[in-house]
């Protein structure tokens, strides 16, 4: 529901959250409440911007906070009521957040602080209205479930008896509403999201009503169109010969190239289309594995930033959902949801498990730039780590996209170098990206480990997207993904394990960055804590590819970086 609802449009609600989202309260335009929401007897619960316009609405005040707060923090719980029942005294939360709560309304108390901002939580308990500063709904809130239940059980007396899996028959009928009398086109990448919701189609409208075309774009992973054939579905189709690459060669702007090859995509399938059923193209609708994050990313509703365009969410896709031409059974479920419903539809385990993998491929994994360019060193950097005995540089010209304070970001990545224990690195990096607004990401340099001065032995060179550095990244993918298998039992939990090819280099060469995280739905992740011994191990294995220099370890969490880097 938009945020400026009329009241009387909401009664039989047990209650209300009012979400995050990219806006200050102070910015002119920014989303307002109906002036008497609050006075509607109902439990609310406001959450970071929710919060925050809360407070303001009722009396307190709202500034900007001395210090930004991107990724974990450590909650201290002040008073135990019914949202915070069953807690610890302290509790690990997650932040994503410029602006803070400076007093609270009139008959509010405080119920939580954390280190950097002293009213994280407070509440009326009389009248059942609730503020966090934190995301209780990521998974990185480590008992964010646990209040989100204490709210929606508790207070708002609600009943627990809902799940994914009870939606299929519902997600069927919707399908045969939307298709009518007509046929659905699909695009499957081969990925648990496509395959999900291709297999739906198929349940609900029967498998003469369904195909789907797999393409090679030239950007998959190595062997990835054949693991599709294997699939043995007689109603898939795989594309080969598509060069997407070619779009491409002059563009380094990672927006530009998502609207490229989504755009492409729409032209490849409504050639092949034109090509298998002539005239009867009419009569197709095409079917996506579009899930909502895509939507939230790309801005697609009412309030929300922009954090990247997702290939499925291009304009001309856009312009079909507005004709009703698209089919997207998934659209308002997460990642971790897409595996409950696959799991009840009897999906193979390897795709459920299976990382996913961006509708782009390695493009977006490609790091270009236009220029030659040299690293900047930073004496506020410098200040940040030097208690770490590290090397610090900034790479202006490599930019990456980022999401802070639920605004997109694509600011520059800052480069670390020396001895120091990996159990330290997220707290090196966090203290870099919460005071220097300039960088959104940070990367620990694992090999070479020796090197005398960052900002002359690395440089960054001239290089645009081709072939060749398209097909060394994908070894380089395989390398990993076959040492991931290897070592499996001895890593954290990986979600996902992008890997970037990115143009620095020390002797002509170029760098591999690695970017293990875990996650549970991809709205926010922290990267994956690997031993050293095995990075290291990993490092040496990717260095005996010709035209690699270095290795690179991500260490930055979501937020305030996104995943991919473009």
């Given at each position: 529901?938009p945020?400026?609802?009329?009241?009387q449009k909401?009664?039989?609600a047990?209650?209300l959250?009012?979400s995050?989202?990219?806006?200050?309260?102070?910015d002119?335009g920014?989303?307002?409440?109906?002036g008497d929401?609050?006075?509607?007897?109902i439990?609310?619960?406001?959450?970071c911007y929710?919060?925050?316009m809360?407070a303001?609405?009722l009396?307190?005040?709202v500034a900007?906070?001395?210090?930004?707060?991107?990724?974990?923090?450590?909650l201290n719980?002040?008073k135990?009521?019914?949202?915070f029942?069953?807690?610890k005294d302290?509790?690990?939360?997650?932040?994503?957040?410029g602006?803070?709560?400076?007093?609270?309304?009139?008959?509010?108390?405080?119920?939580?602080s954390?280190?950097?901002?002293?009213i994280?939580?407070m509440?009326n308990?009389?009248k059942?209205?609730?503020?966090l500063?934190?995301?209780?709904e990521?998974?990185?809130?480590?008992n964010?479930?646990k209040?989100?239940?204490?709210?929606?059980f508790?207070v708002c007396?609600?009943?627990?008896?809902w799940?994914?899996?009870?939606?299929i028959?519902?997600?069927?009928?919707?399908i045969?509403r939307?298709?009518g009398?007509k046929?659905?086109?699909?695009l499957v990448?081969g990925?648990i999201?496509?395959t999900?919701?291709?297999?739906?189609c198929?349940?609900a409208?029967g498998k003469d009503r369904?195909?789907g075309?797999?393409?090679?774009?030239?950007?998959?992973?190595?062997d990835e169109s054949n693991?599709?054939?294997?699939?043995?579905?007689d109603?898939?189709?795989?594309?080969?010969?598509?060069?997407?690459i070619?779009?491409?060669e002059?563009i380094?702007?990672?927006?530009?190239k998502?609207?490229?090859?989504g755009e492409e995509?729409?032209?490849?399938?409504e050639a092949?289309?034109k090509k298998?059923?002539g005239t009867?193209?009419?009569?197709?609708?095409?079917?996506?594995?579009?899930?909502?994050?895509?939507?939230?990313e790309?801005g697609?509703?009412k309030?929300?930033?922009?954090?990247?365009?997702?290939?499925?969410?291009?304009?001309l896709i856009?312009?079909?959902?507005?004709?009703?031409k698209v089919?997207?059974p998934?659209?308002?479920f997460?990642?971790d949801e897409?595996r409950?419903?696959?799991?009840?539809?009897?999906?193979?385990?390897?795709?459920?498990?299976?990382h996913p993998?961006p509708?782009?491929?390695?493009?977006?994994?490609?790091i270009?730039?236009?220029e030659?360019s040299?690293l900047s060193?930073s004496?506020?950097?410098?200040?940040?780590?030097?208690?770490?005995?590290?090397k610090g540089?900034?790479a202006?010209?490599?930019?990456t996209v980022g999401?802070?304070?639920?605004?997109?970001?694509?600011a520059s990545?800052?480069?670390?170098s020396?001895n120091i224990?990996?159990?330290?690195?997220?707290?090196?990096?966090?203290?870099?990206?919460n005071?220097?607004?300039?960088?959104?990401r940070?990367?620990?340099?694992?090999t070479?480990?020796?090197i005398?001065?960052?900002?002359?032995?690395?440089?960054?060179k001239?290089?645009?997207?081709?072939?060749?550095?398209?097909n060394?990244?994908r070894e380089?993918?395989?390398?990993?993904?076959?040492f991931?298998q290897?070592?499996?039992?001895?890593?954290p939990?990986?979600?996902?394990f992008?890997?970037?090819?990115?143009?620095?280099t020390?002797s002509?060469g170029e760098s591999i960055?690695?970017r293990?995280v875990?996650s549970?739905?991809g709205?926010?992740?922290?990267y994956?804590?690997i031993?050293g011994?095995?990075v290291?191990k990993?490092a040496?294995?990717?260095m005996?590819?010709k035209g690699?220099?270095a290795v690179?370890?991500?260490?930055?969490n979501?937020?305030?970086?996104?995943i991919?880097?473009e």
């Amino acid at each position: 529901m938009p945020i400026d609802i009329h009241p009387q449009k909401l009664e039989g609600a047990a209650g209300l959250i009012i979400s995050g989202g990219p806006y200050s309260v102070y910015d002119h335009g920014s989303p307002r409440p109906h002036g008497d929401l609050f006075e509607m007897g109902i439990p609310i619960l406001g959450v970071c911007y929710g919060h925050q316009m809360m407070a303001r609405h009722l009396g307190g005040k709202v500034a900007r906070g001395t210090i930004k707060e991107y990724g974990t923090a450590q909650l201290n719980v002040l008073k135990t009521d019914t949202i915070f029942d069953g807690l610890k005294d302290r509790e690990t939360v997650w932040m994503s957040h410029g602006d803070t709560v400076k007093t609270i309304p009139k008959d509010f108390e405080i119920f939580g602080s954390t280190p950097n901002c002293k009213i994280a939580a407070m509440g009326n308990v009389s009248k059942k209205l609730y503020g966090l500063q934190f995301h209780p709904e990521v998974v990185h809130t480590i008992n964010g479930e646990k209040i989100l239940r204490n709210f929606v059980f508790g207070v708002c007396n609600c009943k627990d008896e809902w799940s994914p899996e009870d939606d299929i028959e519902r997600i069927k009928e919707d399908i045969r509403r939307k298709a009518g009398n007509k046929k659905v086109f699909f695009l499957v990448s081969g990925g648990i999201d496509s395959t999900v919701a291709f297999t739906l189609c198929v349940k609900a409208l029967g498998k003469d009503r369904v195909l789907g075309l797999h393409i090679d774009t030239g950007f998959m992973r190595k062997d990835e169109s054949n693991q599709i054939e294997q699939l043995g579905m007689d109603n898939i189709r795989i594309e080969r010969g598509s060069d997407f690459i070619h779009l491409l060669e002059k563009i380094s702007d990672p927006e530009e190239k998502r609207k490229k090859i989504g755009e492409e995509f729409l032209r490849v399938q409504e050639a092949y289309l034109k090509k298998e059923v002539g005239t009867e193209s009419e009569n197709w609708l095409l079917g996506q594995g579009t899930i909502y994050p895509d939507t939230i990313e790309s801005g697609g509703t009412k309030n929300s930033s922009r954090i990247k365009t997702h290939h499925n969410r291009v304009s001309l896709i856009n312009e079909l959902l507005k004709q009703g031409k698209v089919i997207e059974p998934l659209s308002e479920f997460y990642k971790d949801e897409v595996r409950k419903l696959a799991r009840a539809l009897g999906i193979d385990e390897n795709i459920i498990q299976k990382h996913p993998f961006p509708g782009p491929g390695l493009a977006i994994r490609c790091i270009c730039s236009e220029e030659d360019s040299d690293l900047s060193t930073s004496e506020e950097l410098s200040n940040i780590i030097s208690p770490y005995n590290l090397k610090g540089v900034i790479a202006k010209i490599i930019r990456t996209v980022g999401v802070q304070g639920d605004h997109r970001s694509y600011a520059s990545l800052a480069l670390l170098s020396g001895n120091i224990k990996f159990s330290k690195l997220e707290e090196v990096s966090t203290s870099i990206t919460n005071s220097l607004s300039q960088v959104n990401r940070v990367s620990y340099l694992v090999t070479p480990r020796l090197i005398s001065n960052l900002a002359t032995d690395l440089r960054i060179k001239k290089t645009l997207m081709n072939k060749e550095r398209i097909n060394l990244l994908r070894e380089a993918d395989a390398i990993v993904s076959d040492f991931v298998q290897e070592y499996n039992s001895s890593l954290p939990d990986i979600w996902q394990f992008p890997v970037i090819l990115v143009p620095l280099t020390i002797s002509g060469g170029e760098s591999i960055a690695l970017r293990p995280v875990c996650s549970i739905d991809g709205m926010t992740a922290e990267y994956a804590k690997i031993d050293g011994d095995l990075v290291y191990k990993l490092a040496n294995k990717l260095m005996k590819l010709k035209g690699i220099d270095a290795v690179l370890y991500d260490i930055t969490n979501k937020p305030p970086a996104t995943i991919e880097w473009e």
